[in-house]
């Protein structure tokens, strides 16, 4: 019985180390293929680090704001009796808008004005009972002031018949009418915007950094989403001789012609001061940059020391600048002639093989226009 067990146990020893003896040949031979393994190479796309020079510019986000713009409203409350505009028509300078209910005014009027042609008889009839000193001197001062008074509450009626008949106080273009015939307007109500599109104004703000570079008459340019790949050329014409306390920005304001209308008020837009000189840059596709909290790098490609050839990438920390278009330039990390992954770059580890394909993706541009835009 003994001798059994005991061949029982030496059996399961044996079967033991064989099993053993296997997994480590199995775990040998894993070892010897990772260290020979070489990982197949990703595509990407290539660039190359150029110089180019650009015209400087100071950028920010503005927004556009009428020469002119005003919410017209009466001064006087009243009943409307009269529409005189389109919603969305252009108006001139003192076209009749809208027109209140005056005929209790008008009523009033033509009894003052006929008091009036009374007071003027009897003040004449008065100077000439003078000359004849029929009448003394105080009572043609008493008529003279009885017409005054008189000639002063019809100037008044008249104001306010002119108050209820509403005007456009400048030329311009109006909105979407507020009111309808019939109903009662209080005062401040308002009727309808007007607001003046030529000229226009983007006004924006800038770090007190950069208010020695700024001055009147700077050319700018001001982009919008609402026009992709379009541009609208204004002036610098004001800044503000205070800065923001908070900010500590300043508050500048440029004029555009906009004689196509196209800007309108309450527009957002992004707003470029081109400055006169022009500056040397060190010019990527802004697509070679991978950002991360930690800073913003590339991968450049450099050919491997291997036997077997190849390319492989090394993860560069840069520091970039300005954007223009599709590039972005580098301040710091790079060399003209660098050679850089323009795409394909989130799938790469620092040493990772790979090989250049440049006709999966389209051309970066200084002037990019999306064709879908």
Do not use: C
Not at 23 to 41: C, E, R, S
Not at 56 to 64: H, P, R
Not at 86 to 106: C, M, R
Not at 184 to 199: N, R, Y
């Amino acid at each position: 019985m003994k001798l059994k067990i005991f061949i029982a146990v030496v059996i399961v020893g044996v079967i033991f180390i064989g099993l053993a003896a296997i997994k480590a040949l199995q775990i040998h031979d894993m070892i010897a293929f990772g260290k020979t393994f070489v990982p197949p190479p990703e595509t990407i796309s290539s660039a190359v680090a150029h110089d180019e020079s650009w015209q400087d510019s100071l950028t920010a986000v503005g927004s556009i704001n009428a020469a002119q713009g005003v919410t017209v409203s009466p001064e006087i409350a009243g009943t409307v009796t009269e529409i005189d505009f389109e919603s969305g028509a252009s108006v001139s300078k003192g076209d009749l808008l809208v027109k209140l209910d005056t005929s209790s005014e008008e009523a009033q009027l033509s009894a003052v004005e006929a008091q009036v042609d009374l007071a003027k008889l009897n003040t004449d009839r008065t100077r000439k009972l003078l000359a004849d000193k029929t009448v003394s001197q105080s009572e043609l001062d008493s008529a003279e002031a009885s017409l005054k008074q008189l000639e002063a509450n019809a100037d008044e009626i008249r104001a306010t018949i002119d108050k209820k008949t509403i005007r456009a106080p400048f030329a311009g273009r109006l909105g979407i009418r507020l009111v309808n015939l019939g109903e009662q307007l209080d005062v401040g109500k308002g009727i309808v915007s007007l607001q003046s599109l030529t000229p226009v104004f983007a006004d924006f703000s800038l770090p007190q950094q950069d208010l020695a570079q700024l001055k009147t008459a700077l050319p700018v340019q001001v982009t919008s989403d609402a026009y992709p790949g379009e541009k609208f050329d204004g002036t610098l014409t004001a800044i503000n001789p205070d800065l923001d306390a908070t900010t500590r920005s300043v508050t500048l304001r440029a004029t555009f012609e906009n004689t196509t209308q196209l800007l309108r008020p309450g527009m957002f837009v992004r707003v470029a001061v081109v400055l006169p000189q022009a500056q040397p840059v060190l010019a990527i596709p802004d697509t070679a940059i991978l950002s991360a909290p930690f800073g913003d790098s590339v991968f450049l490609i450099e050919p491997s020391t291997n036997s077997g050839g190849g390319l492989f990438v090394r993860q560069q920390f840069v520091r970039t600048g300005q954007s223009h278009g599709d590039f972005v330039s580098v301040l710091s990390g790079l060399k003209a002639g660098d050679v850089i992954v323009s795409a394909g770059l989130f799938k790469l580890r620092n040493g990772a093989p790979v090989k250049v394909n440049n006709e999966i993706v389209p051309k970066p541009s200084l002037t990019p226009n999306p064709p879908d835009s």
